[in-house]
């Protein structure tokens, strides 16, 4: 116990330490920017983005764009309060959630409208990865709303009831698709949502921290062999 309370009070010294202008920039990348977006976003030079990252890295000690971006996951109050993530107050950042929410859904509709057996499990995990701009940008809200939900009660509430609804709701189809003999019907439904969730949390979070046609494909080839061990053997 010790040593976790004080991994904590370093955590937390090392985030007080920031300027708001480096918890401006660790925002943008765990939002999901690079550099150059950056530097756009607020108006400076590249190479004074490279020096805020440097500074960054040091003070949290992190060595890499992906460790900061999954220290900031696991630790958001390193960033507090902090909006940069998304530039959107909280009613906002609500409203944009509920879009987010009713675009995924859609996505996924279709998907099991046109698409059977394992062509429609790894077209749905393709539906829901940032990869491409416009769930880049569903996946950057969310993390704002993890990161504002904190400080923010609307944000907390609309949070929660998200969290509860994809936390019950893949347990529905996941026994669905056991019945259309989709997947192995002798997995526990609630095993399958855990890895299923985890595997495609991890992915969008290196997705975004690098999207790059060459990451893209080494992340689908990860999630691609565990939807092949979850299949019906007929699929």
Do not use: Y
């Not at 920039?25 to 990252?53: D, F, K, M, Q």
């Not at 996946?139 to 704002?144: D, F, G, K, N, V």
């Not at 979070?205 to 494909?217: C, K």
């Amino acid at each position: 116990m010790r040593g976790f309370a004080e991994g904590l009070w370093h955590t937390r010294r090392m985030s007080e330490e920031l300027s708001e202008r480096e918890k401006q920039v660790a925002a943008h990348i765990a939002g999901g920017l690079r550099v150059p977006g950056i530097a756009s976003e607020l108006c400076i030079a590249e190479v004074t983005v490279r020096n805020h990252l440097r500074n960054i890295f040091s003070k949290l000690s992190v060595h890499s764009q992906s460790e900061l971006v999954e220290l900031l996951r696991q630790s958001s109050q390193i960033l507090g309060a902090h909006r940069g993530m998304s530039g959107l107050e909280a009613a906002p950042l609500v409203d944009g959630l509920s879009e987010v929410d009713r675009a995924t859904e859609s996505r996924l509709d279709e998907v099991f409208r046109s698409q059977k057996g394992l062509a429609a499990l790894k077209a749905v995990i393709r539906a829901v990865l940032p990869l491409d701009e416009e769930r880049a940008r569903e996946w950057r809200t969310r993390l704002a709303v993890h990161a504002v939900a904190p400080q923010q009660r609307n944000v907390r509430i609309a949070f929660e009831e998200t969290r509860q609804k994809w936390a019950s709701r893949p347990l529905e189809r996941i026994g669905m698709l056991q019945d259309l003999g989709w997947v192995r019907p002798e997995l526990e439904p609630d095993d399958v949502r855990r890895k299923l969730v985890g595997t495609v949390h991890a992915a969008a979070i290196a997705l975004l921290a690098d999207p790059s046609p060459e990451e893209q494909s080494r992340q689908l080839a990860v999630v691609d062999e565990l939807l092949e061990s979850l299949a019906a053997d007929d699929q």
